[in-house]
């Protein structure tokens, strides 16, 4: 259980305490969010400190003057709550198909959690209201283009905001409906946003974050998904489990190296068709088997680094300006910058890419006879049948599609606001585009889970114990190849079981979690 969960699975939001599996848990399982009490002062200081400089002559950004490049025009009293809104109106210009549901949900958990902090000046009712939304059921319409991670999420967190005043749309059933009918129905009143407040809710990297956080919690079962297949197109090709010994790997420990070599004994343990074969006179096998653990352990390594990044980002603060009640000070700085989410959700994209990289050789390996010694294309007459042969053609399209959208986004840079905004992250871009590169290697890594299933019913010996457990999944969802069909359902099939994780668990409940 984690700091911020209760014994009710009650997740109170303190800006301290969220973690990455709280993430999930209120993205895709609906967990349920309540502000905590022990926020309130902290919240309740800081809104006392911009309250008073809202009632003042001092020129404070974004409470009393224009925002960017027009940070210099002062605002009158009497004009503030319209900035706030204006600032909200102004900026909802974003484009392209809207996020999914699960990371609007995550973006308003996050959201919220940044201001629980309790250093951006706002009330605490606006919080309690992204609570709200999320307890509803209620999910912003936010396209998923025109940020570029400068100044935060922008573009996309202003048509979040567009929700609490009762302007935008939120999603329902796919479309957008007016958010004003959807508040109307669920009883909620929309809010007239404060002095500061509009600013509050658009500063921050909360999208990319959200992004961040759920591809973290999808690739850590990718990664499992991945060494299963490995383990499995090991045995369809009679490959040596000898290179997974615990003294190869001391003597270059990195630590995701040597867990994957621990995993992959694990998986393989009492497998007859590898026994079968220690005594073959092939000398040794292909990069793609022999170094499993030395690639994906790299992948790991990768992948727990980005792990900590988000760890932080998402209990930090990356409002402009910041509120420092105690001190009595509004300090103007750059927490919204998303260049560290931006490096680490690049470098994910090209570690999630490798994975792809690597199985498309062996998905090649294991339908060429030549090198399989298996039947051509993995299928009985073959010729009259052609197998598995293009399920290898769009394994390839897929890993050059990844190649493609691997190339940083961070190392672009466009200056935007007249030039005041001079270095941008494009962070949601690299999120965005670690996101597909996901997806696509859950189809690739289907496609082997497929063919490997497919070779291991040519051999007579029996499966390792985490390799039978990930066969008897697929041959309940998927038959044998014996004629051709139409692969693309098979391929969805698999593909949803490693989404949903069904493989992962079965693998785990027969030898134990992996690590």
């Given at each position: 259980?984690?700091?911020?969960?209760?014994?009710?699975?009650v997740?109170?939001?303190?800006?301290?305490?969220?973690?990455?599996?709280?993430v999930?848990?209120?993205?895709t399982?609906?967990?349920?969010?309540?502000?905590?009490?022990?926020?309130?002062?902290?919240?309740?200081?800081?809104?006392?400190?911009?309250?008073?400089?809202a009632?003042?002559?001092?020129?404070?950004?974004g409470?009393?003057?224009?925002?960017?490049?027009?940070a210099?025009q002062?605002?009158?009293?009497?004009?503030?709550?319209?900035?706030?809104l204006?600032?909200?109106r102004?900026?909802?210009?974003?484009?392209g198909?809207?996020?999914?549901?699960s990371?609007?949900?995550?973006?308003?958990?996050?959201?919220?959690?940044?201001?629980?902090?309790?250093?951006?000046?706002?009330?605490?009712?606006l919080?309690?209201?992204?609570?709200?939304?999320?307890?509803g059921?209620?999910?912003?319409?936010?396209?998923?283009?025109?940020?570029?991670?400068?100044?935060g999420?922008?573009?996309?967190?202003?048509?979040?905001?567009?929700?609490?005043?009762?302007?935008?749309?939120?999603?329902?059933?796919?479309?957008?409906v007016?958010?004003?009918?959807?508040?109307a129905?669920?009883?909620?009143?929309?809010?007239?946003?404060?002095a500061?407040?509009?600013?509050?809710?658009?500063?921050?990297?909360?999208?990319?974050?959200?992004?961040?956080?759920?591809?973290?919690?999808?690739?850590?079962?990718?990664?499992?998904?991945a060494?299963?297949?490995?383990?499995?197109?090991?045995?369809a090709?009679?490959?040596t489990?000898?290179v997974?010994?615990?003294?190869?790997?001391?003597?270059?420990?990195?630590?995701?190296?040597?867990?994957c070599?621990?995993?992959?004994?694990?998986?393989?343990?009492g497998?007859?068709?590898?026994?079968?074969?220690?005594?073959?006179?092939?000398?040794?096998?292909?990069?793609?088997?022999r170094?499993?653990?030395?690639?994906?352990?790299?992948?790991?390594?990768?992948l727990a680094?980005?792990?900590?990044?988000?760890?932080v980002?998402?209990?930090?603060?990356?409002?402009?300006?910041l509120?420092?009640?105690?001190?009595?000070?509004?300090?103007?700085c750059?927490?919204?910058?998303?260049?560290p989410?931006?490096?680490?959700?690049?470098?994910?994209?090209?570690?999630?890419?490798?994975?792809a990289?690597?199985?498309?050789?062996?998905?090649?390996?294991?339908?060429?006879?030549?090198?399989?010694?298996?039947?051509?294309?993995?299928?009985s007459?073959?010729?009259?049948?052609?197998g598995?042969?293009?399920?290898?053609?769009t394994?390839?399209?897929?890993?050059?599609?990844n190649k493609?959208?691997?190339?940083?986004?961070?190392?672009?840079?466009?200056?935007?606001?007249?030039?005041?905004?001079?270095?941008?992250?494009?962070?949601?871009?690299s999120?965005?585009?670690?996101?597909?590169?996901?997806?696509?290697?859950?189809?690739?890594?289907?496609i082997?889970?497929?063919?490997?299933?497919q070779?291991?019913?040519?051999?007579?010996?029996?499966?390792?114990e985490?390799?039978?457990?990930a066969?008897e999944?697929?041959?309940?969802?998927?038959?044998?190849?014996?004629?051709?069909?139409?692969?693309?359902?098979?391929?969805?099939?698999?593909?949803?079981?490693?989404?949903?994780g069904?493989?992962?668990?079965?693998?785990e409940?027969?030898?134990?979690?992996?690590?």
């Amino acid at each position: 259980m984690s700091a911020a969960k209760d014994t009710d699975g009650v997740i109170t939001l303190d800006g301290r305490s969220l973690t990455i599996d709280d993430v999930a848990a209120v993205a895709t399982n609906g967990a349920r969010v309540v502000l905590a009490d022990g926020a309130r002062p902290g919240i309740a200081a800081s809104r006392a400190l911009i309250e008073r400089i809202a009632a003042g002559d001092e020129p404070v950004y974004g409470v009393n003057t224009g925002v960017g490049e027009l940070a210099n025009q002062i605002i009158s009293p009497a004009d503030i709550e319209t900035l706030q809104l204006n600032l909200i109106r102004s900026h909802a210009v974003g484009v392209g198909d809207p996020l999914d549901r699960s990371v609007v949900r995550a973006v308003l958990l996050l959201r919220a959690n940044a201001l629980a902090k309790g250093f951006s000046g706002v009330r605490p009712e606006l919080i309690e209201m992204l609570c709200d939304l999320l307890n509803g059921d209620i999910t912003p319409y936010i396209p998923s283009q025109g940020s570029v991670g400068a100044s935060g999420d922008l573009a996309p967190l202003a048509h979040l905001a567009l929700v609490l005043v009762g302007e935008g749309e939120c999603l329902v059933d796919g479309k957008p409906v007016a958010s004003a009918t959807i508040l109307a129905g669920a009883g909620i009143e929309p809010i007239t946003l404060a002095a500061k407040e509009g600013l509050a809710l658009i500063n921050g990297t909360q999208v990319m974050a959200a992004l961040g956080c759920l591809l973290v919690a999808q690739a850590i079962s990718l990664i499992k998904s991945a060494q299963i297949a490995g383990a499995m197109s090991l045995e369809a090709l009679r490959g040596t489990d000898k290179v997974f010994d615990e003294k190869i790997h001391a003597t270059r420990p990195h630590p995701g190296q040597v867990r994957c070599a621990a995993n992959m004994r694990r998986i393989v343990v009492g497998s007859g068709i590898i026994a079968s074969h220690t005594d073959c006179t092939k000398i040794q096998d292909a990069y793609t088997l022999r170094c499993i653990p030395q690639v994906y352990g790299a992948v790991m390594d990768t992948l727990a680094y980005v792990e900590e990044v988000m760890a932080v980002e998402i209990n930090s603060a990356t409002d402009n300006p910041l509120v420092f009640a105690d001190e009595g000070e509004v300090i103007s700085c750059g927490n919204f910058h998303g260049e560290p989410l931006a490096f680490a959700t690049d470098f994910l994209g090209i570690a999630l890419a490798e994975i792809a990289n690597i199985i498309e050789r062996t998905i090649d390996r294991l339908v060429s006879p030549h090198l399989s010694g298996l039947p051509p294309f993995l299928v009985s007459k073959s010729g009259l049948n052609s197998g598995f042969m293009i399920s290898q053609y769009t394994a390839a399209a897929l890993v050059s599609e990844n190649k493609v959208l691997a190339h940083p986004a961070s190392v672009d840079s466009i200056p935007t606001s007249a030039g005041q905004e001079d270095h941008v992250s494009m962070g949601t871009i690299s999120a965005l585009h670690a996101q597909q590169i996901l997806r696509n290697v859950q189809h690739v890594i289907a496609i082997e889970l497929l063919c490997a299933a497919q070779g291991i019913d040519y051999h007579d010996a029996p499966c390792g114990e985490g390799t039978a457990a990930a066969h008897e999944v697929i041959r309940t969802h998927v038959s044998h190849l014996d004629d051709d069909r139409a692969l693309y359902r098979d391929i969805e099939t698999v593909r949803d079981l490693l989404a949903s994780g069904e493989i992962v668990s079965a693998v785990e409940q027969r030898i134990g979690p992996l690590d």
